[in-house]
């Protein structure tokens, strides 16, 4: 069964940190990039980071423009696993958080080429 499956949510006091993990089982996960997306309430959702399926090179990562040098993604092909570390957090942060599996090895901002999605994990930045 292709699942991925998102934990490390919660709550964290603003220029907290928390980092997200996401697990993912039933398909070759070093074929596929992944991304790391989120929604607010009454927001649309939007991608946070992204990462290629090798992710070893500069451009192989993509992050946000209003979380660069706060989070970073990574990845580790043996665990099958991607994470999301969150530094510096503010309010704005506060959204449920998703990991996504691109169709491909390449990083994309086109939501369509998300082709499996977690849960979600709620994240709350409040003092």
């Known amino acids: 069964q292709v699942q991925l499956v998102e934990s490390g949510g919660g709550l964290a006091q603003p220029g907290g940190s928390l980092r997200l993990s996401c697990a993912a089982s039933?398909?070759?996960?070093?074929?596929?990039?992944m991304g790391w997306f989120r929604q607010a309430s009454g927001k649309q959702r939007e991608l946070v980071a992204a990462?290629?399926?090798?992710?070893?090179?500069?451009?192989?990562?993509y992050h946000r423009d209003s979380v660069k040098g706060r989070f970073s993604i990574s990845r580790d092909n043996v665990k099958n696993e991607s994470y999301l570390r969150m530094n510096n957090l503010t309010p704005d942060d506060t959204a449920v958080y998703y990991c996504?599996?691109?169709?491909?090895?390449?990083?994309?901002?086109?939501?369509?080429?998300?082709?499996?999605w977690g849960q979600g994990t709620q994240v709350t930045v409040s003092s």
């Open positions: 996504a599996r691109t169709k491909g090895p390449d990083i994309t901002g086109d939501h369509s080429e998300y082709d499996i």
């Open positions: 039933g398909f070759r996960f070093s074929e596929h990039a």
């Open positions: 990462i290629s399926a090798r992710g070893t090179h500069f451009s192989d990562f």
